[in-house]
């Protein structure tokens, strides 16, 4: 099989559309709040046609079951349907049948991609180029999955080759933009996302991680054209309605901020920033019952919010819930041991489910008493 170019930033990405954890980019907010964003893009869309063409193949399999080729084909069209355990099936069928065309590997490499198994990705992805298989889509898959694996330096060396094959590859640019925001490197990440854009101005994801990243680093006012722009794009993007509701909040906006970060919660519920921000605001209100639920679903997905643990065991001791607030205060000490606040708290929660007193007892008032005169001895000079 000859290599076939993919040259759109969408058909690109698409080799390895599965999502990445977020990778901790620290960038202040008014809280305090690191703001990190998602490095994978869930940008491949699964449609009923490949399955089709998958299904078309199955006379000719029948007919030719040594042919290697036909099992690799039908393994990729089984990958653009999302078929990933079946592609991986015919991939290792067709490689017992031929080991030597370097697409077979690749396109393991991107089954195995498809299932987060980094380091089968790369040991695939070895095997294609050892067996002479070069392509930009190759060395982006390469890179991304570097990238995944928080290889910064990795992923830049890969995602260079694959702008020297292919220059105009947005999908590199953009994987570039991910890897600079890895090493705090603001600058020449928001220079390759804005080439990424210029190249494929189409792609909300990439709208989104510009917005975010300028958000991140207190930019609202660069943010906001790229949120905005998402949004006509894609209006039920959650992730982009955060972004938009994240510029008003650092401008200090607030009623406008909230409106979106519940409309992001409204189309995304994993979002656990919006949670946060939905949360931050309730607590300020001393809204306690209400912001309750959206702190613990944060909590659920990041421990490192600033003070979200301390808002939710103070917001459960305001409603009188003092078993729940003790659960709390505890893991408090835990991530901070020898607090003397927290420490204090958890006592006073122990003392109080045991039935025993929580107040200090005063010390009843003592009169002063008065100096004793005492004359000094002679001395007899």
């Not at 894609?234 to 906006?253: K, N």
């Not at 931050?280 to 702190?295: D, E």
Request: hydrophobic letters at 40%; a positive charge; proline letters at 6%.
């Amino acid at each position: 099989m000859k290599p076939r170019r993919r040259t759109t930033f969408l058909r690109v990405t698409s080799i390895v559309g599965v999502w990445l954890s977020a990778l901790q980019l620290l960038a202040g907010c008014s809280s305090g709040a690191s703001e990190v964003p998602e490095l994978m893009v869930p940008l491949s869309t699964v449609q009923s046609g490949p399955a089709i063409q998958a299904e078309e193949l199955n006379g000719a399999i029948a007919r030719q079951p040594r042919n290697a080729s036909l099992y690799a084909h039908r393994a990729e069209f089984r990958l653009a349907a999302g078929q990933v355990e079946a592609a991986l099936r015919d991939l290792n069928q067709a490689l017992e049948l031929d080991d030597a065309p370097g697409e077979f590997y690749y396109l393991k490499a991107r089954a195995l991609r498809a299932q987060g198994q980094l380091a089968g990705t790369l040991a695939a992805a070895a095997e294609a180029s050892r067996h002479g298989y070069a392509s930009p889509a190759l060395s982006l898959l390469v890179g991304e999955a570097h990238l995944a694996a928080r290889h910064y330096s990795d992923a830049l060396d890969h995602l260079d080759r694959a702008l020297r094959q292919e220059p105009a590859n947005a999908g590199a640019l953009f994987y570039k933009g991910l890897a600079y925001s890895g090493l705090r490197d603001t600058a020449q990440a928001l220079a390759m996302l804005q080439a990424s854009v210029r190249l494929d101005p189409r792609q909300p994801e990439s709208l989104h991680q510009l917005a975010f990243l300028a958000n991140a680093n207190h930019q609202p006012l660069l943010a906001a054209p790229y949120a905005a722009r998402g949004l006509r794009l894609a209006p039920t993007y959650g992730p982009l309605h955060y972004d938009y509701g994240r510029q008003f909040d650092l401008q200090g906006l607030s009623d406008s901020a909230q409106r979106h970060f519940r409309r992001a919660l409204r189309y995304d519920t994993t979002l656990y920033r919006a949670d946060y921000r939905v949360a931050l605001a309730l607590f300020r209100q001393r809204q306690y019952q209400a912001a309750i639920p959206h702190l613990r679903r944060a909590l659920r997905r990041s421990v490192l919010l600033p003070n979200a643990r301390q808002m939710l065991a103070e917001s459960h001791e305001a409603q009188g819930q003092h078993d729940l607030a003790l659960v709390e205060f505890q893991r408090l000490v835990q991530e901070n041991p020898g607090n003397r606040h927290w420490t204090y708290k958890v006592w006073k929660g122990r003392a109080r489910a045991q039935g025993q007193p929580t107040e200090t007892p005063r010390r009843a008032a003592v009169e002063p008493v008065a100096p004793l005169n005492i004359s000094r001895p002679s001395s007899g000079l």
